[in-house]
């Protein structure tokens, strides 16, 4: 079948965060991505548009699936080589924080690149840290670009969006250590990491803001061993992050 342009149109829309907040739904692209949606809990999937190349193998009445020929699908994707299928998905209701179990937990100081924070929520994924608390600047959970990076890490993932200055005090009184990674902060292999770690990271160009700095109860830092500048906050994360689980496996 053929999309009509309205229906064009509006799937397109969604790649403009405006219309994904307005409609609470957001865009997945691609075979491997669709399966593992296909397949969790979190999210509910609105409608399925797929090529003829591509079998749904589950068929579910909570969702439509429609047909549609390879050029509709490239008018409606983000990518430059679409991938037989595409999926509309309903925004996920607000969670509660919870703050009682003994792990790490993570913390984004206004970053703002989508690939950066869908590699984020991936790395940490790997290194069993499922919830993440954004500060409000930071760049949209459900840009595609955050999803595809996310390699279906964030169907897993316990994703916040706060005032991170409004959280701190929670965290504190929950035992949480306040640690945020800074080029003045002490050697993170010469650190001992606590169970319940609050880690925070910066932003790409300017790093956690002095506030949140001053809230800190250790800085900690990545030592330097080239001529680099710095590193991307995504690397930086999971330089961190598999430190912590060497000392608290």
């Not at 790395?123 to 930071?138: H, L, R, Y």
Request: glycine residues 4%.
């Amino acid at each position: 079948m053929s999309l009509t342009k309205n229906e064009i149109k509006f799937v397109k829309s969604l790649h403009q965060k405006k219309y994904r907040d307005s409609n609470q739904l957001f865009i997945v692209e691609g075979e491997k991505l669709i399966q593992e949606l296909l397949s969790q809990k979190q999210y509910k999937i609105e409608c399925i548009y797929h090529t003829q190349d591509y079998s749904i193998t589950e068929q579910n009445e909570a969702f439509s699936t429609f047909l549609i020929s390879k050029s509709d699908l490239e008018r409606i994707s983000n990518l430059k080589t679409p991938n037989k299928v595409l999926a509309t998905v309903r925004f996920k209701e607000e969670e509660d924080l919870d703050l009682t179990k003994k792990k790490l937990v993570l913390l984004l100081d206004e970053v703002k690149d989508p690939g950066n924070l869908g590699t984020i929520i991936r790395t940490a994924n790997w290194f069993g840290v499922d919830q993440i608390i954004c500060s409000k600047n930071t760049v949209d959970l459900y840009n595609p670009k955050t999803i595809q990076a996310s390699m279906g890490a964030i169907y897993e993932a316990h994703i916040h969006y706060r005032y991170l200055l409004q959280i701190l005090p929670a965290l504190k009184a929950a035992d949480y250590i306040l640690t945020g990674a800074s080029l003045t902060g002490e050697n993170i292999y010469q650190t001992s990491f606590k169970e319940k770690t609050a880690l925070i990271m910066g932003s790409e160009s300017h790093g956690i803001s002095t506030e949140i700095m001053q809230a800190l109860d250790q800085a900690i830092l990545i030592p330097k061993y080239g001529t680099a500048e710095s590193l991307n906050v995504g690397i930086a994360t999971g330089i961190i992050l598999a430190e912590y689980k060497r000392q608290l496996p």
